[in-house]
């Protein structure tokens, strides 16, 4: 589980899942009451789960525009930073649910936040803080 949150890409979320396991990843991270980035945290859900194969012979491309950011982004810092709150907060009710020993949930801690860069870095939260201010 660590490493997958160490080595996943939120592109994974396009990948094949079981449909309940995915149904149920995404009801859960409706909790988060924001478009931008349920999709990370559906996908976390799944990999907790441990229930994760891959394959080297998938193929996907990727497409990078900005309108995805643009449009449901938070645009200022301080609606950047709750919504990272609010990610960790769901996060780690979601790790606390996993089927996890207590030392092992205590060893996924580091990847988790490594994972959580997907939504937000708390240095690139304060310096938009920080420009904000300056403006």
Avoid: C
């Amino acid at each position: 589980i660590r490493l997958a949150l160490r080595r996943s890409r939120p592109g994974w979320f396009y990948s094949l899942f079981e449909r309940e396991r995915l149904l149920a990843a995404t009801v859960q991270a409706r909790a988060l009451n924001q478009i931008w980035a349920g999709d990370i945290l559906s996908l976390l859900h799944v990999l907790l789960s441990g229930a994760i194969t891959g394959s080297n012979q998938a193929i996907y491309y990727r497409r990078l525009t900005p309108a995805s950011a643009d449009l449901y982004g938070p645009k200022i810092a301080r609606e950047r930073y709750q919504l990272y709150r609010r990610w960790l907060q769901l996060a780690f009710a979601a790790l606390a649910a996993a089927p996890l020993t207590r030392s092992e949930r205590l060893m996924t801690v580091p990847a988790l936040l490594h994972y959580a860069r997907y939504v937000g870095k708390p240095v690139s939260i304060l310096k938009a803080a920080l420009r904000e201010l300056w403006r």
